[in-house]
């Protein structure tokens, strides 16, 4: 390697599980540094450069990825009931931490819950945590994380003040494959209740996958986006205005899309500003 990996072991490291790959085959640990090799297997007979090198550590690919656990009507029941019994938004954080029902987990560094004020006229709902996010336990702090800091500055908004952000899965899917159905699924119960708990006057669907997911919808977000919906449930006081964005990683992939996503802010600015105070 020319680019200073191989004399950088933390850095080769990190750059596996950037890639995905961040699971040992094995349940046990084995020290292969103690481990010699066969008596009838004389080190005199390996390659050279075998010999002189430690044994390489087996490290499970993550692409393709066994799509975790399923999420099972068990799974589901128990994230409905844990959901539920919720009552504050900080319960809810608990519950989301210790539920094992949802396959990511498994794979994740930590749960990702949420950033900002849960007292925020608006609330943002994205898609998965990725490598950042899952590192650092907080929603959008990479690279699209950035722009979407900038698209909300750019309407008055602001995760430290006025808006709170949270993803439709609360675990980094490895690889930064799509969440499978089993794996939202599961997740959904404490999304759900995340909502009522915050009961935000705007909520804002950010990406496609969140869109569908929280509208019912099967449509693609370049159809979503642009209108204004009522998302209700049943511990919801009043419908909440609901609207979905394009996700900012697509942004950075076609900047040409920039300015439907800035007509809206401009949307969601406006919405904010129809509310009276409560
Ligand atoms: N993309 C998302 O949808 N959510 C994050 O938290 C980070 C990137």
Redesign the pocket.
């Known amino acids: 390697m020319t680019d200073g990996l191989s004399e950088n072991p933390a850095a080769l490291l990190r750059w596996y599980i950037d890639a995905g790959v961040d699971e040992c085959i094995g349940d046990a640990p084995v020290d292969r540094l103690t481990k010699r090799a066969p008596a009838s297997q004389p080190a005199a007979a390996q390659p050279a450069a075998a010999a002189s090198a430690p044994a390489p550590i087996v490290l499970r690919s993550a692409a393709p990825v066994p799509a975790g656990l399923p999420a099972d009507a068990d799974a589901i029941t128990s994230a409905v009931q844990a959901a539920q019994a919720a009552t504050t938004v900080a319960e809810l954080r608990a519950a989301v931490e210790s539920y094992e029902g949802c396959g990511l987990k498994k794979f994740a560094s930590r749960a990702?819950f949420a950033d900002g004020n849960p007292q925020a006229p608006v609330m943002f709902v994205?898609?998965?945590?990725?490598a950042d996010?899952d590192r650092q336990g907080l929603?959008?702090v990479?690279v699209?994380?950035k722009l979407l800091d900038r698209m909300l500055a750019s309407i008055g908004l602001a995760r430290e003040t006025n808006a709170y952000i949270t993803?439709i899965v609360f675990w980094r899917p490895p690889g930064n494959r799509a969440p499978t159905d089993e794996e939202i699924a599961c997740c959904l119960p404490f999304v759900r209740r995340h909502i009522e708990l915050v009961d935000p006057q705007v909520l804002v669907l950010?990406?496609g996958m969140s869109a569908k997911t929280l509208l019912g919808k099967p449509t693609g977000i370049t159809r979503l986006r642009g209108h204004w919906y009522e998302y209700e449930t049943p511990g919801l006081s009043r419908p909440v205005p609901t609207t979905a964005l394009f996700?900012p990683?697509y942004l950075l992939r076609s900047p040409d899309q920039k300015r439907f996503a800035w007509r809206d802010l401009i949307a969601i600015k406006q919405k904010l500003a129809s509310i009276p105070p409560v």
Not at 126 to 130: F, N, R, V, W
Request: no cysteine; glycine share 30%.
């Open positions: 990702v994205g898609e998965a945590p990725g996010e929603p959008f990479g699209s994380g993803n950010v990406g996700h990683a």
